[in-house]
Nanobody, 117 residues
Framework: QVQLVESGGGLVQPGGSLRLSCAAS????????MSWYRQAPGKERDFVAR???????NYAGSVKGRFTISRDNAKNTVYLQMDSLKPEDTAVYYC???????????WGQGTQVTVSS
C-alpha cells in the first residue's frame, strides 16, 4: 500500500524556518521523482519544488533561494527546508511521488504551514 506521510508543519513567524518531511512506503522510493506542492485557502494547488530520482532539484520562482528540497533514499524520505518564510507561504503543503515510466502518481494528506506574527 502506497503511503506518503508529511510532518513538520506548524506556526512560525515571518523570517523563520521550518523543515517538512515526507516519509514514503509501499513503493520503490528511489525510482520516483518527489515533489512538494502547496495550496492556500481559495487557491489552486501550486508546484513548489521537485527532486529527480538522481537528486537534481528545481524550484518555483517564488521560493527559489529560500527553500531547499532534498531526499534520503536510504530512509525513503524527502525533505523541504524552508527559510526566510513569508506570510504568503501560508498553505497546506503536500508531498507527491511520480513515476512517468510506471504511470504512477501519489499524494500525501498534507501538512499545514502558517506564517504569521
Amino acid at each position: 500500500q502506497v503511503q506518503l506521510v508529511e510532518s513538520g508543519g506548524g506556526l512560525v513567524q515571518p523570517g523563520g524556518s521550518l523543515r517538512l518531511s515526507c516519509a514514503a512506503s509501499g513503493f520503490t522510493f528511489s525510482r520516483y521523482v518527489m515533489s512538494w506542492y502547496r495550496q492556500a485557502p481559495g487557491k489552486e494547488r501550486d508546484f513548489v519544488a521537485r527532486i529527480s530520482n538522481g537528486g537534481s532539484p528545481n524550484y518555483a520562482g517564488s521560493v527559489k533561494g529560500r527553500f531547499t528540497i532534498s531526499r534520503d533514499n536510504a530512509k525513503n524520505t524527502v525533505y523541504l527546508q524552508m527559510d526566510s518564510l513569508k506570510p504568503e507561504d501560508t498553505a497546506v503543503y503536500y508531498c507527491n511521488a511520480n513515476s512517468a515510466y510506471l504511470q504512477h502518481n501519489a499524494w500525501g494528506q498534507g501538512t499545514q504551514v502558517t506564517v504569521s506574527s
